[in-house]
């Protein structure tokens, strides 16, 4: 890997943590209006979205289809900017968080959708992602 990839993996990696950032924050807002802490729904928001682009692009960018991405589209997206926009580090220390608060309802809670949701957003997001490339 050459130094310029390493760089723009960094470039994207930077836009995809001021993205999560940005979407967390405004889900927390709209979850908890009162500015009360609770379930992460802005991390799940993250995660879930994260997932299906991530399948979306790996889509564009298969080899055997249509290649709508090259490779150093592909680093950029992909491994920078949906790299730090996903957040599974912050979903299990969350998690913890709540299991060590006693909230095991919603600890246990956030692993199912998470799970649930998305593992079913990167199947979407390969639907669409067919769609688009045929």
Same mark, same amino acid.
């Given at each position: 890997?050459?130094? $310029?990839?390493?760089?723009?993996?960094?470039?994207?990696?930077?836009?995809?943590?001021?993205?999560?950032?940005?979407?967390?924050?405004? @889900?927390?807002?709209?979850?908890?209006?009162?500015?009360? $802490?609770?379930?992460?729904?802005?991390?799940?928001?993250?995660? @879930? $979205?994260?997932?299906? =682009?991530?399948?979306?692009?790996?889509?564009?960018?298969?080899?055997?289809?249509?290649?709508?991405?090259?490779?150093?589209?592909?680093?950029?997206?992909?491994?920078?900017?949906?790299?730090?926009?996903?957040?599974?580090?912050?979903?299990?220390?969350?998690?913890?968080? =709540?299991?060590?608060?006693?909230?095991?309802? $919603?600890?246990?809670?956030?692993?199912?959708?998470?799970?649930?949701?998305?593992?079913?957003?990167?199947?979407?997001?390969?639907?669409?992602? @067919?769609?688009?490339?045929?």
């Amino acid at each position: 890997m050459s130094v $310029s990839s390493y760089l723009l993996v960094g470039l994207g990696s930077a836009f995809g943590g001021m993205a999560r950032f940005g979407v967390s924050d405004i @889900v927390a807002r709209l979850s908890a209006p009162d500015g009360g $802490s609770g379930f992460p729904w802005g991390t799940l928001a993250a995660n @879930v $979205s994260g997932c299906f =682009l991530i399948a979306f692009l790996a889509v564009l960018a298969l080899a055997d289809g249509r290649p709508l991405l090259d490779l150093t589209a592909r680093q950029f997206l992909m491994v920078g900017v949906l790299g730090g926009y996903t957040t599974f580090s912050a979903f299990g220390l969350q998690t913890l968080e =709540l299991a060590l608060a006693g909230d095991w309802g $919603s600890a246990g809670l956030n692993v199912a959708l998470s799970l649930v949701l998305c593992l079913g957003a990167v199947w979407l997001g390969w639907l669409a992602g @067919v769609a688009v490339n045929g």
